[in-house]
């Protein structure tokens, strides 16, 4: 089996300044798994998913990172998307004057176009977004608004899992999805996510806590501490975490 | 005024007298018009033009600016209908290269009078033109338009005339060479009555002709106006504008100017209110890049109590152009409750672009709500990575943010029509500049 991703001895520092946050990073995900990458703050999870979504605020010093064995560092935010990898951002940004629709519409078919594929008519753009958007309790009122402006947290969470939803990656990296939502904002969030999964499209999920993972359950559970990975096991190794805390880890790095 | 005497005369401020005293004998008008147009003239010898020592046109020295003033324009027949906002379905006023204006007949039965300026400074009603204007308009620029203004119109809407589409008044040059255009109109909208008004501007690239417009503009009691002002001049031309606009008791004005042309424009605006309960909205967008100058200068006075002004004014800057805005706003004593407020932002696509915002308060009653800010800032980057992150290429993605920027302030004219009109000439700009850092525009 090909590995869907593949990173190898990766080391990334901030651009412009010499700190090293990344540090020998090795990953390899297959097609259809679910990884879990749990670790304190500062152990690098963010810089992991703005570095795998091509975020020029960093600087790769070794080391290398294949998508589907092609260079994912060679290429462009944008090329990376159409090429499948999708970040759920932590926060997302709010957009004023970017109608949400004109933006969803933008984005799939400049990633149709990309790859080749003709563009979606708004009659079946709309269609395609009111039936994600109903399972994802995303409203009509929200699909009305300017980009994520003056969505609640729960709702702007909800927003990234419909955009997921839409342009069906095969990488889908959710970095802290569950930060800042309550019980039954999770429950509906990781509801989205797990419907996306299918046996070609994997997920890197990365999060402080183990609830989220009561809810999407992964294949595999990784460590992560000080920049790189120190410790890899099944789903019980987010258990072992949640008794004992990331300080046995930690020391150990 | 700070102004100074001066003997030596810059070739445009020479030129200026002399084409008087060949034209004068020509232009149109009473006695009283030309006693008005030779005091003019007077005070252009006398005070030269606008320079950068007089605090009102520091950021734009008119004088180092124009160093040659083109002879005025022979009028055109030329059948040439104007390219800019032909697509609206509105009442069209022609007007090429300072000639006589092309007047709709159907407006008369809409309850709408309109003479050209000629006709109306031949009889005694011209007066108001003249010389009805506050001091805040008084400049070197409004005396030279009142020596040689040949063109324009004069519309009065009728009291309780609810217009069934926009007024457009369209002053179109052709000229093959230099010269300089002088119109001037007036706009009275009569008690109660609903009406809009686009003036738009436009011409040859390449050509330093020299467009000088002004307008006297009366908003009645209970009426409501739109007043749309586009101006896409040639790349090389000059544009020069003076309104003053009286806003009655309960009367509602939007003012809505779009400035995207000439190497160098000054758009000046003087508001006054005139009565209690009356509303400003001010929708502003300047687009310029290459070497483009752009002016524009509100005044809005507050003399009355319980007025609401609202300015939202958005720049965007490309290349080595400069994006120059003033706005002032004045409450007087009297003028309890005023509610006003001045947004001016600067969107920056070029390191070499330069913004200049002079936003002043001055407020002299003491339960007023009065704000003003002012912001300038390059695209932002987190946006655009989260947009490039979704799919969309870098450039698109760069437009798309520039488009939203400048849509806050079309959404705010209120116009679906004038709106989507409007995105349209934005999107062409942005098209042509969402890559930043472009050639220089010649």
């Known amino acids: 089996m090909t590995a869907l991703l593949e990173i190898k001895n990766l080391h990334v520092k901030i651009a412009e300044e010499d700190k090293e946050i990344l540090r020998g990073l090795d990953l390899t995900v297959n097609p259809g798994e679910v990884h879990a990458i749990m670790g304190p703050n500062g152990s690098g999870k963010s810089t992991l998913s703005y570095v795998l979504a091509g975020k020029d605020d960093y600087e790769i010093t070794d080391g290398e990172i294949l998508f589907k064995g092609q260079d994912l560092t060679e290429m462009e935010p944008d090329e990376r998307a159409a090429a499948g990898v999708f970040l759920a951002f932590q926060y997302p940004v709010e957009i004023p004057g970017v109608a949400f629709m004109t933006f969803l519409k933008a984005a799939l078919n400049a990633q149709r176009k990309a790859r080749g594929e003709g563009e979606l008519s708004t009659p079946d753009f709309m269609r395609i977004v009111r039936d994600k958007a109903g399972l994802l309790n995303v409203s009509q009122d929200m699909l009305r608004r300017p980009v994520n402006v003056g969505f609640s947290g729960g709702e702007k969470k909800r927003s990234e899992i419909l955009q997921m939803a839409l342009l069906e990656p095969t990488l889908c990296v959710l970095d802290e999805t569950d930060s800042g939502l309550d019980i039954d904002a999770l429950r509906v969030v990781a509801e989205g996510v797990n419907a996306l999964r299918t046996a070609d499209r994997s997920m890197v999920v990365i999060t402080h806590y183990q609830r989220l993972l009561n809810h999407i359950v992964p294949d595999i559970v990784h460590v992560m501490s000080a920049g790189r990975i120190v410790k890899t096991g099944g789903k019980e190794l987010a258990m072992e975490l949640e008794e004992s805390g990331y300080a046995g880890f930690t020391e150990a790095a | 005024m700070n102004v100074e005497v001066r003997t030596v005369k810059t070739a445009a401020e020479q030129a200026a007298v002399e084409q008087f005293d060949a034209a004068a004998g020509g232009l149109p008008g009473s006695p009283a018009t030309a006693a008005a147009r030779r005091e003019a003239i007077g005070r252009v010898r006398a005070n030269g033009l606008p320079h950068r020592r007089i605090e009102d046109w520091k950021y734009t020295d008119l004088r180092a600016a124009l160093r040659d003033l083109p002879a005025p324009a022979v009028p055109s027949d030329a059948p040439i209908g104007p390219e800019s ?80 589409r926009p007024i457009h008044i369209a002053c179109v040059t052709t000229v093959p060479e230099a010269a300089s255009v002088y119109m001037r109109n007036g706009l009275e909208v009569g008690a109660g009555a609903s009406a809009t008004v686009i003036e738009s501007y436009e011409g040859p690239d390449g050509i330093g002709y020299v467009v000088n417009t002004a307008a006297r503009i009366s908003v009645g009691r209970d009426a409501m106006l739109t007043l749309v002002k586009v101006q896409r001049d040639g790349n090389a031309a000059f544009h020069l504008s003076t309104s003053a606009i009286d806003i009655a008791e309960r009367a509602r004005l939007t003012y809505a100017p779009f400035t995207t ?22 929708a502003g967008i300047q687009l310029l890049g290459g070497r483009q100058h752009g002016d524009t200068t509100l005044f809005v006075d507050h003399a009355l109590p319980d007025g609401a002004s609202r300015e939202l004014f958005k720049t965007v800057l490309d290349d080595r152009a400069r994006g120059v805005f003033q706005g002032k706003i004045i409450v007087r004593k009297d003028a309890q409750k005023v509610d006003g407020r001045m947004m001016t932002q600067a969107l920056m696509l070029s390191e070499r672009a330069e913004a200049d915002n002079k936003p002043e308060l001055e407020i002299y009653a003491d339960d007023v709500q009065c704000g003003h800010g002012a912001t300038t800032g390059r695209i932002d980057e987190n946006l655009l990575f989260y947009l490039r992150a979704r799919g969309i290429p870098e450039l698109m993605a760069k437009a798309l943010l520039i488009e939203a920027f400048i849509g806050e302030s079309i959404q705010a004219i209120g116009n679906e029509a ?25």
């Open chain 2, 261 to 282: 042309g000439a190497l160098l424009s000054r758009n000046q605006v003087a508001f006054a209110f005139g009565g209690v309960h009356a509303e400003l909205n001010v």
């Open chain 2, 418 to 442: 004038i709106g989507e009109a409007l995105s349209g000439i934005a999107h062409d700009w942005v098209s042509g500049h969402a890559a930043g850092e472009g050639e220089d525009g010649s």
């Open chain 2, 85 to 164: 906002l032909s697509e609206l379905d509105a009442w069209r006023i022609v007007i090429i290269d300072g000639g006589t204006p092309s007047i709709p007949e159907g407006l008369a039965a809409q309850g709408v009078e309109v003479v050209s300026l000629a006709r109306e400074l031949s009889g005694d009603a011209g007066a108001e033109l003249l010389q009805d204007w506050p001091a805040e308009s008084a400049s070197s620029v409004l005396d030279l338009n009142t020596a040689f203004m040949s063109t324009g119109v004069v519309i009065r809407v009728g009291e309780g005339v609810q217009l069934d």
